[in-house]
């Protein structure tokens, strides 16, 4: 039952009716029995397992409070992250780890018995992981107290919604919602349902329109150096259009139910550093990032060398989180390096600009910047998206090479498009450029339309449903549905 289907629309009408008709102290019973049944829909078999997990962290929570010195609880809290990141490692990253030691014997003329393991990774562990991780660690730091209410916990945990894919939420933010009576209101209904449309329509009409064309050319044995350019430029406009789609159908989803998550996506495409670019994509998972490996790591470090060896091993971190190959492992030491250079080199990028007097026209300086940033980040997508290590070099040699980014090449490249495809794809990328410059003009797009006459307001809403229900294609799964 994806996000995506009419099971769900129906599922999710059926969850919303008697949320709001049965009593608020048996609601999170329906809530807790809606995410056992979301999760086994798409994964039965290993419920068990998130359901484990859940026990596990709650009474793990429990035994971190209960004692009495820091020392006793940092112990306990290191158990209990052990056991859970050995659950993770252990689905994830056996194989990895073990065709990497193969690999790695064979070369070397070394006798490995260890042989191949079918180990099927559990839908959703990267992310509840993360959010149990933060909970324990949080309760050490007296910035939590352990949960009582096992219902409630075991909500927090697999909340459906945002079970899947995120965002990555905070025990201290989502767990006080649950427990607040929520009571029938058209502003969140309205604004549940207009969410949960934008993100059918960024999904059915850009990622998975762009899909089968990026498959296309990454699948090809042998494309053109101009493919692999506009794939990968098509790629991360699909990846954008598909990862915050389903961020946007589970903060509708939600917000239908009076409970807010946070924003998962604030226009990376638009961001002028690679910083910055971190601070718009995938928020959620930059802050835990940031608050449980970068910060720990910096704890008492003062030499600048060691900062950067913190940043590369956050990234080096956030790479083997978002799959279990080594192309992800380059991938986030990619975006490690670039972190580190671009802080390295900020004095002598502003003398630079100073020097071209780029700095003297403040609109250009940055719409510069922003053609940087998505060119650094789409290079990185290269090894993102390949298949192996040695495509990826190859893939990345093409991406470099500067006969690829011919005009003609490009337009050659483009046939990939049939006329109609190109036409349909070309309109409905426009109509989501002109949502992101109200979005940058003005706090929120909806609010933004909110304010426009009732004729202007429901033509646009009429119009991306239509579009959906006409023009929209699926059967490609979400991207991140699959860590």
Known sequence: MSFISIEFLLFFTAVVFAYYLIPHRWRWVLLLAASYGFYASLSSYFVVLLLAS?????????????????????????????????????????????????????????????????????????????????????????????ERHYGYFSIYFAFFPQLVAGPIERAKKLLPQF?????????????????????????????????????????SPDPTGSQIVLGTILFSIQLYADFSALSDIA?????????????????????????????????????????YIFVPLCKGKKKRSEIYLAIVITFLISGIWHGAAWTFVLWGLIHGFYRVFGDHTKHVRGKMASFSRLDRNPSLHKWVKIAITFLLVCFSRVFFRSDSVAEAFENAELFLTFSSWSPFGILEAAEMFSLLDFVIFGFFFVIVQLFHYIERKNTSTWTWLSQRPAFARYAVYVLILVSILVFGVSGEGFIYGGF
């Not at 139910?257 to 930059?286: C, M, Y």
Request: proline content about 2%; some cysteine; glycine content about 6%.
């Open 54 to 146: 859940t026990v596990f962290t709650y009474v793990a929570g429990r035994i971190i409070e209960k004692q009495e010195t820091k020392e006793q609880k940092k112990k306990a809290m290191l158990v209990g992250i052990c056991v859970l990141l050995f659950c993770l490692g252990w689905f994830k990253y056996f194989n990895f780890v073990n065709d990497s030691v193969r690999a790695i014997s064979a070369y070397l003329n070394w006798n490995y018995a260890v042989p191949y393991q079918e180990i099927v990774l559990p839908l959703a562990i990267s992310f509840y992981t993360f959010q149990a991780v933060s909970y324990l660690v949080d309760i050490y730091k007296g910035k939590q107290k352990a």
């Open 179 to 219: 427990k607040v009576e929520q009571t029938l209101d058209y502003e969140n209904i309205s604004y549940g349902m207009k969410r949960i449309a934008w993100g059918f329509f960024k999904k059915t009409l850009i990622a998975d329109r762009l899909a089968p064309i990026v498959a296309d050319v990454f699948d």
């Open 251 to 291: 903060i509708g989803c939600a917000r239908m139910l009076g409970i807010k998550l946070t924003e998962n996506f604030k226009q990376p495409h638009f961001a002028v550093s690679i910083g910055d670019f971190w601070n718009r994509w995938h928020i959620t998972l930059s802050a835990w990032l940031r608050d």
